[in-house]
């Protein structure tokens, strides 16, 4: 499985962004899938995760309320709606897959993407 995630970009605090995740091959609705973020000098930290028919869903707390993640199968494309962005959400976004159900453990992810960049000026 290939990841490609997009959608990044430089925005100011309170604006929107929706960042994708388009997956490649045949077994993309078998996965649950995660969104992650790297913020400079941090440890890669959990934000979202999305079991493979679409739920549950689980949020980190720092963003619970303002992120939303979703899945389309048809498209093999999973989404990160993020709403209310402030200066603490700039970081490197990656996408991740695993078998079936969406995980906060990044150690159980098997497959990752290369990256998106969110930088949220105050």
């Known amino acids: 499985v290939q990841l490609q995630a997009s959608g990044g970009g430089l925005v100011q605090a309170g604006d929107s962004l929706r960042l994708s995740c388009v997956a490649s091959?045949?077994?993309?609705?078998?996965?649950?899938m995660g969104w992650f973020r790297q913020a400079p000098g941090k440890e890669r930290e959990f934000v979202a995760a999305?079991?493979?028919?679409?739920?549950?869903?689980y949020y980190a707390d720092s963003v619970k309320g303002r992120f939303t993640i979703s899945r389309d199968n048809a498209k093999n494309t999973v989404y990160l709606q993020m709403n209310s962005l402030k200066p603490e959400d700039t970081a490197v976004y990656y996408c991740a897959a695993r078998w079936y159900s969406g995980s906060y453990l990044t150690s159980t992810y098997d497959y990752w993407g290369q990256g998106t960049e969110v930088t949220v000026s105050s």
């Open positions: 999305i079991s493979f028919g679409g739920g549950p869903t």
């Open positions: 091959g045949r077994t993309f609705s078998s996965f649950g």
